[in-house]
């Protein structure tokens, strides 16, 4: 199993992508202000063969 995290940052967002054997699993973005971002934050993947 391949795990890759994209992060395409640019002045107001970064736009995230998680992709397991080469399938996206999630995709979201965060805004990079104040009360866009939280650094404490939880991404749970699932294996779609488990």
Do not use: W
């Not at 996206?24 to 939280?38: A, E, P, T």
């Amino acid at each position: 199993m391949e795990c890759v995290f994209g992060i395409d940052v640019s002045k107001e967002n970064a736009n995230v992508a998680v992709l397991v054997d080469n399938v996206v699993i999630k995709q979201f973005k965060i805004g990079l202000y104040r009360l866009g971002f939280s650094p404490q934050f939880t991404i749970q993947v699932q294996h779609p063969d488990d």
